[in-house]
């Protein structure tokens, strides 16, 4: 029995040992091991324009904007106030936001800021701002300081409030990065990828203005509704395109 327990033991180092040294060589030939910063965004805008379409197809039917049409089986689900619990319908936005997007946009920021590439930088808080604001308003409560954390299995959830200081505080800092022109801020660099706007740092800085607005009218049935804030907001929208 202690030769058989011996042997088992050994084998599992082995395993061990084996599986440890096929990682460390274990490169792609075919693909890039690490990519330039603006490399990832391009397929992030592709899911930030797709989102809400796909989730749309069935969140319309929930709010009543439209139903299926004639013949088909009714009422649906979603037609009914409710979702498709065996299914995925209704949750790109939150795929997105923590997996499509997710990982991908914390590497371009980190290495954007690492860089000094501020505009890429701050498109990319734009971005991480906007998925904070779509998914609070679909789900309600969701994880934001946990959300990366790579050493977790489980997560607590942050409060809608939260998400919505956060989403305001990254706005914050991206109106800043986006109004720097030094460092390595390059249009030619940032246009490349970016299919958007081209990589013009002001129609984003304008675009982060605009989200503001939209956050900051979010508190309209709330005390501390501030409306002088939202039009502030949306007069720098205006004054950034006549710029």
Same mark, same amino acid.
């Not at 997007?101 to 914390?106: A, E, R």
């Given at each position: 029995?202690?030769?058989?327990?011996?042997? #088992?033991?050994? $084998?599992?180092? *082995?395993? +061990?040992? =084996?599986?440890?040294?096929?990682? !460390? &060589?274990?490169?792609?030939?075919?693909?890039?091991?690490?990519?330039?910063?603006?490399?990832?965004?391009?397929?992030?805008?592709?899911?930030?324009?797709?989102?809400?379409?796909?989730?749309?197809?069935?969140?319309?039917?929930?709010?009543?904007?439209?139903?299926?049409?004639?013949?088909?089986?009714?009422?649906?689900?979603?037609?009914?106030?409710?979702?498709?619990?065996?299914?995925?319908?209704?949750?790109?936005?939150?795929?997105?936001?923590?997996?499509?997007?997710?990982?991908?946009?914390?590497?371009?920021?980190?290495?954007?800021?690492?860089?000094?590439?501020?505009?890429? #930088?701050?498109? $990319?808080?734009? *971005?991480? +701002?906007? =998925?904070?604001?779509?998914?609070? !308003? &679909?789900?309600?409560?969701?994880?934001?300081?946990?959300?990366?954390?790579?050493?977790?299995?489980?997560?607590?959830?942050?409060?809608?409030?939260?998400?919505?200081?956060?989403?305001?505080?990254?706005?914050?800092?991206?109106?800043?990065?986006?109004?720097?022109?030094?460092?390595?801020?390059?249009?030619?660099?940032?246009?490349?990828?970016?299919?958007?706007?081209?990589?013009?740092?002001?129609?984003?800085?304008?675009?982060?203005?605009?989200?503001?607005?939209?956050?900051?009218?979010?508190?309209?049935?709330?005390?501390?509704?501030?409306?002088?804030?939202?039009?502030?907001?949306?007069?720098?929208?205006?004054?950034?395109?006549?710029?």
């Amino acid at each position: 029995m202690k030769f058989v327990r011996r042997a #088992l033991l050994a $084998g599992v180092l *082995v395993g +061990a040992a =084996g599986c440890q040294n096929f990682l !460390d &060589v274990n490169e792609n030939p075919n693909a890039p091991q690490t990519v330039s910063a603006n490399l990832y965004l391009a397929p992030i805008l592709h899911w930030v324009a797709t989102s809400e379409q796909f989730d749309g197809r069935f969140i319309g039917r929930y709010t009543q904007n439209w139903t299926l049409p004639s013949g088909a089986t009714l009422p649906s689900t979603w037609d009914r106030m409710g979702y498709d619990p065996t299914s995925d319908n209704g949750g790109q936005l939150w795929r997105d936001v923590y997996w499509n997007i997710g990982q991908n946009l914390v590497d371009m920021n980190n290495k954007a800021e690492a860089e000094q590439r501020w505009d890429l #930088l701050g498109i $990319g808080q734009v *971005v991480k +701002a906007w =998925g904070w604001l779509k998914v609070t !308003d &679909v789900h309600g409560e969701l994880i934001i300081k946990e959300a990366f954390d790579q050493t977790k299995f489980t997560f607590n959830y942050d409060s809608q409030e939260y998400a919505y200081q956060e989403v305001l505080k990254l706005l914050d800092a991206a109106i800043v990065n986006l109004s720097k022109t030094d460092g390595a801020v390059n249009q030619g660099y940032l246009a490349r990828y970016d299919r958007v706007y081209g990589g013009d740092r002001v129609k984003w800085l304008r675009f982060a203005y605009g989200l503001k607005a939209m956050t900051l009218n979010h508190f309209s049935n709330k005390s501390s509704y501030k409306p002088q804030d939202v039009i502030a907001a949306g007069r720098l929208v205006v004054h950034e395109q006549c710029r």
